[in-house]
């Protein structure tokens, strides 16, 4: 083979060993390289949000995180991101995120630890459910599975900056390790507000409503999708102002904040999904803490 096509054929495999190695560190692009929505909500922690650069394509590059679809949208900075969620019981450590048409890219999860909270409880089938009690909590979680797992494709988010439902007193975090009469349930998987009854509370983006229902735990309640995998789920409510099917704006009522299901007295519940991963509300808002 001539020198020179000899030249070409290395410059070549250069070349995309450069590339290949570019994708590998998208993962940790310098905060400042990145546009505002990054910037932004990039808390890459167990419960907490990746956002991941994937480029300046012509069009958005399909991208998944442990087999779901993942929210990708163009930022400020004209760069495709995926918006990650990621889930409680996620390890510390480098995660891959699978990109159609192109190589994986990597992102890392940073550690986060997580306050306990002991509540109690008079109604004790709310602690230890009785047999139909569980019968009825199985059918329950089931449609609420279904609604997480909502992927409207092609439909942008209005916003992913959310505005608040309801205004006042953040009272129970995301994450905390909750005991019920001492025994230990699941992690808290939104974030309350402490506001009193017949509160209205409103869409922070607009959406789609895909379930209402009055639950065991959850009591009345609704969800709504904003697009991408991104869900909103209310809680504890007194009153469902809307239905399966609504398409609901920016700030439309949805409900009224209430104390149904498992709640000691008035709140709202609020949770937050991305790719069926329940995640911090607090990092939409600007209100969490950064590790």
Same mark, same amino acid.
């Given at each position: 083979? /001539?020198?020179?096509?000899?030249?070409?054929?290395?410059?070549?495999?250069?070349?995309?060993?450069?590339?290949?190695?570019?994708?590998?560190?998208?993962?940790?692009?310098?905060?400042?390289?990145?546009?505002?929505?990054?910037?932004?909500?990039?808390?890459?922690?167990?419960?907490?949000?990746?956002?991941?650069?994937?480029?300046?394509?012509?069009?958005?590059?399909?991208? %998944?995180?442990?087999?779901?679809?993942?929210?990708?949208?163009?930022? %400020?900075?004209?760069?495709?991101?995926?918006?990650?969620?990621?889930?409680?019981?996620?390890?510390?450590?480098?995660?891959?995120?699978?990109?159609?048409?192109?190589?994986?890219?990597?992102?890392?999860?940073?550690?986060?630890?997580?306050?306990?909270?002991?509540?109690?409880?008079?109604?004790?089938?709310?602690?230890?459910?009785?047999?139909?009690?569980?019968?009825?909590?199985?059918?329950?979680?089931?449609?609420?599975?279904?609604?997480?797992? %909502?992927?409207?494709?092609?439909?942008?988010?209005?916003?992913?900056?959310?505005?608040?439902?309801?205004?006042?007193?953040?009272?129970?975090?995301?994450?905390?390790?909750?005991?019920? &009469?001492?025994?230990?349930? &699941?992690?808290?998987?939104?974030?309350?507000?402490?506001?009193?009854?017949?509160?209205?509370?409103?869409?922070?983006?607009?959406?789609?409503?895909?379930?209402?229902?009055?639950?065991?735990?959850?009591?009345?309640?609704?969800?709504?999708?904003?697009?991408?995998?991104?869900?909103?789920?209310?809680?504890?409510?007194?009153?469902?102002?809307?239905?399966?099917?609504?398409?609901?704006?920016?700030?439309?009522?949805?409900?009224?904040?209430?104390?149904?299901?498992?709640?000691?007295?008035?709140?709202?519940?609020?949770?937050?999904?991305?790719?069926?991963?329940?995640?911090?509300?607090?990092?939409?808002?600007?209100?969490?803490?950064? /590790?």
């Amino acid at each position: 083979m /001539p020198i020179r096509s000899l030249r070409r054929s290395s410059l070549s495999r250069l070349a995309i060993g450069l590339a290949l190695w570019v994708v590998t560190l998208l993962g940790a692009v310098p905060a400042n390289a990145q546009g505002y929505i990054a910037r932004t909500l990039n808390v890459p922690v167990p419960g907490g949000v990746a956002a991941v650069p994937l480029g300046a394509a012509d069009r958005a590059p399909p991208a %998944s995180y442990q087999g779901r679809r993942v929210m990708v949208i163009r930022d %400020s900075d004209k760069q495709w991101i995926a918006l990650v969620g990621i889930p409680l019981s996620t390890k510390p450590g480098r995660q891959a995120l699978q990109v159609q048409g192109g190589p994986s890219a990597a992102f890392e999860v940073r550690a986060k630890e997580y306050a306990a909270q002991h509540i109690t409880l008079k109604n004790r089938r709310q602690v230890t459910p009785d047999p139909e009690d569980l019968k009825r909590i199985e059918r329950e979680l089931a449609l609420q599975t279904d609604a997480y797992r %909502s992927y409207r494709d092609g439909v942008v988010p209005s916003n992913v900056l959310l505005d608040r439902p309801v205004g006042g007193r953040l009272s129970s975090p995301f994450g905390l390790r909750r005991f019920f &009469n001492g025994e230990e349930r &699941n992690p808290h998987s939104g974030l309350d507000f402490a506001v009193p009854a017949g509160t209205p509370v409103k869409a922070p983006a607009a959406g789609r409503v895909v379930l209402v229902g009055d639950y065991f735990f959850n009591g009345k309640t609704v969800f709504v999708d904003h697009g991408q995998g991104f869900i909103s789920m209310f809680c504890h409510l007194s009153v469902i102002g809307v239905k399966v099917g609504d398409e609901v704006a920016r700030g439309a009522v949805v409900g009224k904040v209430g104390a149904t299901g498992r709640a000691t007295g008035p709140h709202l519940h609020w949770n937050v999904s991305l790719n069926d991963a329940r995640v911090d509300p607090a990092i939409f808002i600007g209100a969490a803490k950064r /590790p």
